[in-house]
């Protein structure tokens, strides 16, 4: 199934859509998008270069151009499935971070997304997170945002539709119990959907499906295509523990995947600024 893109919100053939009515200008559902948190609205300065060298990054990433003044993908703006997206259509040079399931709660990934103002997506599983909501609670109220990745992580298309909703919209109770929202965007566990995934999301209150085009491994990025990120890719990493990354810390996975998207002269986004 193809990706669903609205236009880009640039040039006359966006100016037409949107006089038009059929644009990008869908209702803004106020949970989980940036701005919403003390630590969205930002204090001002970017980190310095002693905190990346502190992470181990030889320099700081560039900061992160102004989002678009509306989101660039058509979320919500009429009846019928969600869009599917795994990349981002603009021309920056910017990828997004998504971190999947919830396994790994390490403490200085906290001190880490503080420090360096890491816009981190987190798509979380209510079966691997088990009783380690806090610590996400945590992580969002440095800037992360909290999206749903279903209750017990299924592979999604060998459920009947009631089965698929229940997955859905149980995780989007459960992530309004813990955190007072109802995620915006849906990540179906590795990446398989079909017609009733996307029917079940839209009844859950789902306005995107979000997959990726890059991968994090331990040491190194894989790509859907080519050898290399492309403007507005999304990238996607797990909360893993060092048993599953060859001993290697959550942070020190992180530290590798920052200095891959900057050896290719990218930055980090935030992909609620886009969807
Ligand atoms: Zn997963």
């Given amino acids: 199934m193809r990706p669903r893109w609205c236009a880009p919100a640039v040039g006359l053939l966006a100016s037409a859509l949107l006089a038009s009515g059929a644009g990008c200008a869908g209702p803004v559902d106020p ?109 969002r109220a440095v800037g992360a945002t909290v999206q749903n990745h279903t209750l017990d992580h299924p592979r999604l298309p060998g459920l009947p539709y009631a089965g698929q909703r229940a997955e859905i919209c149980g995780q989007q109770e459960k992530l309004k119990q813990h955190f007072g929202i109802r995620p915006r965007l849906f990540r179906p566990p590795y990446g398989a959907y079909n017609d009733d995934t996307l029917r079940a999301a839209a009844d859950c209150g789902v306005a995107a499906v979000v997959l990726w085009r890059a991968s994090m491994n331990i040491n190194d990025l894989s790509y859907f295509e080519g050898n290399h990120l492309r403007p507005g890719d999304i990238v996607l990493a797990h909360f893993r523990r060092p048993s599953e990354l060859n001993g290697a810390s959550l942070t020190e996975m992180t530290t590798r995947l920052l200095r891959r998207i900057q050896e290719q002269g990218f930055t980090v986004a935030r992909l609620e600024d886009y969807l």
């Fill in 31 to 139: 949970v989980e998008r940036p701005g919403t948190t003390e630590a969205h609205k930002g204090h001002g300065h970017a980190p310095s270069a002693a905190s990346y060298r502190r992470w181990g990054l030889p320099s700081p990433l560039a900061p992160a151009p102004k989002p678009p003044e509306r989101p660039t993908v058509r979320t919500g703006a009429r009846p019928g499935p969600p869009p599917v997206v795994d990349r981002i259509p603009t021309r920056d040079k910017v990828v997004f971070l998504t971190f999947d399931d919830g396994a790994e709660k390490d403490p200085r990934f906290v001190d880490m997304v503080r420090e360096l103002r890491l816009p981190v997506s987190m798509f979380l599983t209510d079966s691997i997170v088990g009783p380690g909501y806090a610590h996400f609670g945590r992580l």
